[in-house]
C-alpha cells in the first residue's frame, strides 16, 4: 500500500539527528515538522527568515503574521529566532544547513532533480531551490514515485528543467526509500505491503536490489 503524505513526513523524520539544522521545503517536507522524534532536539529553518519552526499550530495558536516559506501558519520552538531572507539565505549559502528535505517532480539517477517549472503549467516557481541545492551536502526528496497516469518520476534522465545537478542522494516515494549513487538507484526499503516488483515496475531509472528489501518501519505513537 503506497504512504500517505503524512507517512512520508514521518519517515523522514526517522532520518534527523539530534542538534541537526534542518531545512524544510513546500509540500510534504513540511509536515515532517509534526513527526520529529521526542528524544532529540532540531532547529527548522525557513527561507523566508525562521529559525527554530515548531509544528502547525492549532486553531487556538494561530497567529497570521507566523508562517514558513509556503505560506502555511506555523509555530515557533523556544529559542527560536526571526531574521531577513538575505541572512536566511547567508546560511543556507554558506553550508550551514545540515539536511534539506525538498519536493520534487522528477530525479534522476545522476542525482539531478527537475522541482520549480512544468512547460505549459503555472507552477509557484523556484523559492529558494537552486540555494538550497547548490548549498547543502545532504538532501533528501519527497515525491510519489509516479504521476496520476502511472509515469515513472524516476527516471535515467530528467525531462524537465532541472534545479540542479548531481545534488541527490536519496529520495523518499510513497513506494520506497532508494539511494543514488554511481550512477543507479538503490533500493534500500519499501513501504509496507508494496512489492519489489511493483517498485521495479515504475522506475524508469536502473534499479539496484541487493538482497532481502526490508518494509519501512513506523513507530506507534
Known sequence: MALSRDQIAQRVAQELQDGYYVNLGIGIPTLVANFIPKDIEVMLQSENGLLGMGAFPTDEEVDADLINAGKQTV????????FDSAESFAMIRGGHVDLTVLGAFEVDVNGNIASYMIPGKLIKGMGGAMDLVAGA?????????????????????????????????????????????????????????VSVEEIIKLTQGELVIEGEVPEMKFSKA
Open 75 to 82: 509555530t515557533m520552538a523556544k529559542g527560536a529566532s526571526i
Open 137 to 193: 551536502d545532504n538532501i533528501i526528496v519527497t515525491m510519489t514515485h509516479a504521476s496520476k497516469h502511472g509515469q515513472s518520476k524516476l527516471l535515467t534522465n530528467c525531462t524537465l528543467p532541472l534545479t540542479g545537478r548531481g545534488c541527490i542522494k536519496k529520495v523518499l516515494t510513497d513506494l520506497a526509500f532508494i539511494e543514488i549513487k554511481s550512477g543507479k538507484f538503490h533500493l534500500l526499503e519499501r513501504a509496507p505491503g
